[in-house]
C-alpha cells in the first residue's frame, strides 16, 4: 500500500511540473498573441494601415489634378512607412517581451542547478 502511495504522489509531482510548463509556454503563447493581435487591431483603427494601402494610388480629397494624384501618392506613402514602423516596433517589443517571458523558468532552474 505505500509502495502505491509513493508512485501516486510522484506520478502527481511530475503532473503538476507538466501541467505548469504547458501553462507557462502553451497557454501564455495564445494569451499573448490574442492580445497583441486585439492591439494592432485597435491600433489599425487610429492608423488605418489598410485602408491607405487600398487607396495609395487615389488623388488626395478627391482632387483629380495631376498634383493631387501626386501629393495624395506621397503622404500617403509616408504614412504607410510610418504606421508600417510603429506595427515592427510594436511587433519586435511584444516578441522580445515573449522571449524574456519563456527563458524566466530555463534561467530559474539553471540558477537552483548551478547552486
Do not use: C
Not at 487610429?46 to 487615389?58: E, M, V
Not at 515573449?98 to 548551478?114: A, D, K, N, T
Amino acid at each position: 500500500m505505500a509502495n502505491f502511495a509513493l508512485v501516486y504522489i510522484g506520478w502527481r509531482i511530475l503532473h503538476r511540473f507538466a501541467e505548469f510548463f504547458r501553462h507557462w509556454y502553451v497557454v501564455s503563447y495564445y494569451f499573448i498573441g490574442r492580445y497583441l493581435v486585439s492591439f494592432l487591431e485597435r491600433l489599425d483603427r487610429t492608423l488605418a494601415f489598410r485602408i491607405t494601402l487600398k487607396y495609395l494610388f487615389h488623388p488626395l480629397y478627391q482632387d483629380y489634378t495631376v498634383i493631387g494624384y501626386i501629393l495624395g501618392f506621397i503622404f500617403r506613402s509616408f504614412r504607410l512607412v510610418a504606421g508600417g514602423l510603429v506595427y515592427a516596433a510594436i511587433i519586435l517589443a511584444a516578441a522580445a517581451l515573449y522571449l524574456v517571458w519563456l527563458l524566466v523558468p530555463v534561467f530559474i532552474i539553471y540558477r537552483i542547478v548551478q547552486g
